[in-house]
């Protein structure tokens, strides 16, 4: 079969893999029929996460048909349509059975967070869905059925980021009434923003440099600030009369840090200041409010402005979402037409040219969501 195999840095290419087999009797093999690339995908691409080796299959965000199931399997059979969460939990384990599914205890022997698939070994090393097939393990656990009157281009983005979207919002506590800065515009911005509203935000202010990406938020209703041209804190005290927003980090640690000399653009981050986000946050940041951080964070960072989190009493939640808390209400909002997750998707490709929409998608450019149909 084909897959999207990682190479090494900047080196993604399409091979020939055997095709999966059952190898536990919870298993299922799943017949992709969408997939997607994700930012989180981009950080494996600039060879920046540890533990990532050549070989693996990439991909943690697809949906298809169950094609076999191992004897164990009861909650999916042969020719259901799902769409399958990236984090890989046993069920059963004190962390799942507590619906801490990232955190499962048994899906990932080679590290302490839960298993994921198509990403590094200290995640579990799972081979990913970026491919025509792919092993799915405790199937009884995570396949999610999609109804009928759910396109597959709406239903994709439950395997990751609009739960993760939505997971911003719930643990930076937004409320009713409250406002909101969303720092980062891309896929997960983007659903963080739509899932702030959701929650009653009043006003939601989105940050980001890419002016295409701030178009889309602006059509869900946001404050775009370009942080190139206006100052995102200023601008959010000034909005909120001072007191400051509720904030979610939707970028991570490969942020473009904010010089006033003439921008370095990507595609190799030249100007990263993983601090930028952090730092800006805590300016703008409400006293004594919750910060939501998906954006991922790798590593031991300096100067981290603790002094400033106590002194206004910021809580940071941070960490990989839990996607099965979420993506079964998420479906139903969609199915019923209350949201609609399309308008991020830019690109739509086939397996063949994923490798130049890695390089598309990490130049920015106007594209937003690359989909990869089979
Ligand atoms: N916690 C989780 O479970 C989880 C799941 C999915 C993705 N993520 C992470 O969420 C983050 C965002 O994912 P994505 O798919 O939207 O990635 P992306 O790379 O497409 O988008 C990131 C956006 O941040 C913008 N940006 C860069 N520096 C900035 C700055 N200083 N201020 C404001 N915006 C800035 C970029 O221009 C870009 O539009 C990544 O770190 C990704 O790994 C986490
Ligand atoms: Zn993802
Ligand atoms: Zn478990």
Not at 97 to 111: A, L, V
Not at 223 to 237: G, H, M, S
Request: glycine share 10%; hydrophobic share 35%; with cysteine.
């Amino acid at each position: 079969m084909k897959a999207v195999v990682y190479h090494g840095a900047y080196d993604v290419e399409v091979d020939d893999k055997p095709l999966p087999r059952i190898e536990h009797p919870e298993d299922a093999i799943l017949r992709v029929t969408t997939s997607a690339i994700c930012g989180s995908d981009l950080h494996l691409y600039h060879g920046s996460v540890p533990g990532m080796e050549p070989g693996q299959t990439l991909g943690h965000e697809f949906m298809g048909i169950i094609e076999d199931v191992g004897p164990e399997v009861h909650e999916v059979k042969k020719g259901d349509r799902v769409v399958v969460p990236f984090n890989i939990s046993c069920g059963k384990c004190w962390f799942c059975r507590h619906q801490k599914w990232s955190q499962c205890d048994r899906s990932n022997p080679k590290g302490e967070a839960g298993g994921a698939f198509g990403y590094t070994q200290l995640l579990g090393g799972y081979d990913g869905g970026q491919a025509e097939f792919v092993r799915v393990p405790y199937a009884n656990t995570g396949p999610l059925i999609v109804p009928d009157s759910v396109s597959d281009e709406q239903a994709i983005f439950l395997a990751d980021i609009f739960p993760t979207g939505y997971f911003g919002a719930d643990i930076a506590g937004v409320q009713p009434g409250d406002d909101v800065a969303v720092f980062g515009a891309g896929p997960v911005g983007f659903f963080a923003v739509m899932s702030s509203f959701l929650r009653g935000a009043a006003r939601v202010f989105s940050i980001d440099h890419e002016p295409a990406r701030l178009e889309k938020t602006k059509k869900l209703g946001a404050e775009a600030i370009n942080f190139n041209e206006q100052d995102p804190v200023q601008f959010i005290k000034d909005a909120t009369k001072g007191r400051g927003a509720i904030c979610i980090d939707a970028v991570g640690y490969e942020a473009v840090g904010h010089h006033k000399a003439p921008q370095v653009k990507h595609p190799a981050y030249e100007n990263e200041d993983p601090l930028q986000v952090i730092n800006w946050i805590c300016q703008a940041a409400r006293k004594f409010s919750n910060v939501g951080i998906p954006g991922v964070y790798i590593g031991a960072y300096d100067q981290f402005p603790l002094g400033q989190i106590f002194h206004k009493e910021l809580q940071l939640r941070m960490g990989q979402c839990p996607v099965k808390n979420y993506n079964e209400q998420l479906m139903h909002l969609i199915e019923v037409g209350r949201v609609d997750p399309t308008p991020i998707i830019s690109n739509t490709v086939h397996i063949e040219e994923v490798p130049e929409s890695y390089r598309e998608f990490d130049r920015k450019n106007g594209v937003t969501k690359v989909l990869v149909k089979f």
